[in-house]
């Protein structure tokens, strides 16, 4: 069964950083691309980033410039760098794996993201 377990949630001042990270398991990692989604609390979920097989990233426009996703399929993980964090960033993150040809999803527990002084 495919697992994805995302790490590297918690609590951190606006301006501070975090660096998510999503481990996937029993899954042909290279062929899916990954992407990172939260949601707020009274909020629909959003995508945040999203990174192919080959590299091409895409991000939300809120999040443009501060946050950066890197894959290591080496190591069969995601990564979420988040910078210049915003209290508006608070969320629970979500990792999730897509593979187009076979049509299917993966989604990890998520973890908690939350920037407050």
């Known amino acids: 069964q495919v697992q994805l377990v995302e790490s590297g949630g918690g609590l951190v001042q606006p301006g501070g950083s975090l660096r998510l990270s999503c481990a996937a398991s029993r899954m042909t990692f290279g062929g899916y691309t990954m992407g990172w989604y939260r949601r707020a609390l009274g909020k629909q979920r959003e995508l945040v980033a999203s990174?192919?097989?080959?590299?091409?990233?895409n991000y939300a426009d809120s999040v443009k410039g501060r946050f950066t996703i890197s894959r290591d399929n080496a190591k069969n993980t995601v990564y979420l760098q988040m910078n210049s964090l915003k209290p508006e960033d608070t969320a629970v993150y979500y990792c999730k794996g897509h593979n187009e040809l076979f049509k299917v999803d993966y989604w990890g527990q998520g973890t908690q993201v939350t920037v407050s002084s």
């Open positions: 990174i192919t097989s080959g590299g091409s990233t």
